[in-house]
């Protein structure tokens, strides 16, 4: 979660939830970010459509992503930190 996919409007939106099982990935246009200890992501905010696996598929870009993490990985109110992480970039197929 956190990826990028460029639409096929042309504009960007980020992976936010992965149905799995064979039926594809949903977007947002906006969110928060939370990367965790292990590198995965987990997205707070709202989505759009699912988008079938079938019509994604991957390029050789990059594109910086925001993220917030725990200070020091101690949780609690006002111990998240904002950072910046390099992000795969997709593309749905037309």
């Excluded at 990059?62 to 200070?71: A, D, L």
Aim: overall charge positive.
């Amino acid at each position: 979660m956190g990826d990028y996919v460029i639409m096929p409007d042309g504009s960007y939106e980020r992976f936010s939830y992965d149905w799995g099982k064979g039926i594809g990935i949903q977007t947002c246009n906006s969110g928060s970010f939370h990367l965790n200890s292990i590198g995965s992501a987990s997205m707070s905010g709202g989505l759009n459509p699912i988008v079938p696996y079938e019509k994604i598929e991957r390029t050789n870009k990059k594109k910086e992503g925001t993220f917030w993490i725990f200070h020091h990985g101690s949780s609690g109110a006002h111990k998240g930190v904002g950072i910046k992480a390099w992000c795969r970039v997709y593309r749905v197929k037309k």
